[in-house]
């Protein structure tokens, strides 16, 4: 499938980046949240990454998940510095060629393997280097930015940013945009709403959800290719695509399905047959989290059930913690009992509980966090077990 570009929407953060909207607060950093496959790394490369270039701005993006084995302070530095070799021009070329490791930009040297390291330049020389080698304004992409806040290193970076944020912006000159994504807007929260938080006073925006137009530019596309299938019932479509979590991979997935020769699918809709499979692997996936609940030790239950209930609001020590652990478990539990079960959820490949470099706490899929809120608003919480301790 071609891209769907979404282009106003781009052209709309470029210029709430550039400080040219009256309300809005982006100039100073824009914080943007969606779920995991929902088109928000494509929509930041794609579609805001050439808008800002047609601006005239300088592009770094940085994917944080690109490389989980590796420090996230590391992965922002390394892509400003290879962006700074490229737009050193000449200067790179003449100090590869002599096989410098180092140029000198705006004045000052830089070692291009140190920036951000205790004994290289910092990140604000580096994209003030960065600013005066390439001319214009510079705008840093970090896509899954929530990421850095599992290390001291990426902790460090972040309060660098900002730091380089209030050195080169200059009322009515933005010369530093910052944008940072992440696909669980409560981690992300965690690098604004709190005091010791490095953008502590920014807004963290949910992005706006891939929608009708997609499903439109979707129906023209099968038109045009499937003649016979028209008129397509968009409804229908946007029914299947609300119950996969706007997630477009998954919808495509199932498009191919649903049109197969193979699929065994005769005297239905292909729309109909879509939503069929959305809601089949939403019980899917629901049951798959029920069984990964209840599959639990008692305690490690309790904990994670506890980190749902409380979100941000989560202590895992407190004496109320402990409370709800006794009742849920039926004896008494231990500070060091309920660090033991939290480990244990953290390691569990896939992880089950994100802890930051502070020692706070989250789920680590989103999902999760969705799937306990609909339980509970139904009143069908906790799963049943008649064999659990949970159950009540």
């Known amino acids: 499938m071609s891209h769907f570009a979404r282009l106003e929407l781009a052209r709309e953060l470029v ?3 550039r ?12 914080f943007l949240a969606a779920p995991r496959r929902t088109g928000k790394s494509t929509f930041l490369q794609a579609d805001l990454k050439p808008a800002l270039e047609a601006s005239g701005v300088a592009v770094v993006y940085v994917d944080l998940w690109a490389d989980p084995r590796r420090d996230p302070g590391t992965l922002i530095a390394d892509a400003v510095a290879k962006a ?16 410098l490791e180092s140029l000198t930009v705006a004045g000052l040297e830089i070692d291009l393997g140190r920036i951000g390291k205790v004994d290289g330049a910092t990140l604000t020389d580096a994209l003030r280097a960065l600013r005066e080698a390439s001319g214009t304004p510079v705008a840093l992409i970090v896509d899954e930015a929530q990421h850095a806040l599992t290390s001291d290193a990426g902790e460090a970076t972040m309060a660098a940013l900002k730091s380089a944020r209030d050195q080169l912006n200059r009322p009515g000159q933005v010369n530093l945009m910052l944008v940072m994504s992440g696909s669980d807007r409560d981690k992300l929260l965690r690098l604004v709403n709190t005091g010791g938080a490095p953008f502590y006073g920014s807004q963290v925006t949910r992005m706006p959800l891939l929608g009708r137009p997609f499903l439109e530019h979707l129906a023209a596309l099968i038109t045009a290719q499937r003649p016979e299938l028209a ?11 609300e119950a996969f979590g706007s997630r477009p991979q998954f919808l495509m997935e199932a498009l191919g399905q649903a049109l197969s020769p193979l699929s065994g699918v005769q005297g239905v809709r292909f729309e109909r047959t879509m939503l069929e499979f ?4 939403q019980r ?5 989290m029920e069984a990964d609940f209840l599959a639990l030790r008692p305690l490690e239950r309790a904990v ?3 980190l749902l209930e409380q979100g941000p609001r ?3 020590y407190d004496a109320e913690a402990l409370r709800f652990y006794r009742e849920r478990v039926g004896d008494p539990v231990t500070v060091q009992m309920s660090q033991k079960a939290l480990e244990s959820l953290r390691s569990r490949n896939p992880s089950i509980v994100w802890k930051s470099a502070r020692g706070e706490y989250a789920v680590d899929d989103a999902a999760m966090h969705r799937w306990y809120e609909q339980r509970a608003r139904a009143n069908r919480w906790p799963p049943a077990d008649p064999e659990s301790e949970l159950a009540d």
Request: hydrophobic fraction near 50%.
């Open 15 to 17: 210029a709430a980046l």
């Open 278 to 281: 959305a809601l089949e692997r």
């Open 304 to 306: 994670l059930w506890r």
């Open 231 to 241: 008129p397509i019932d968009i409804e229908t479509l946007q029914a299947a695509f």
């Open 314 to 316: 989560f202590r895992p």
């Open 84 to 99: 700074l070799a490229g737009k050193a021009g000449l200067l790179s070329k003449a100090a590869k060629r002599a096989g």
């Open 284 to 288: 899917a996936d629901e049951a798959q």
């Open 19 to 30: 400080g040219l909207t009256l309300l809005g607060d982006a100039q100073n950093g824009l």
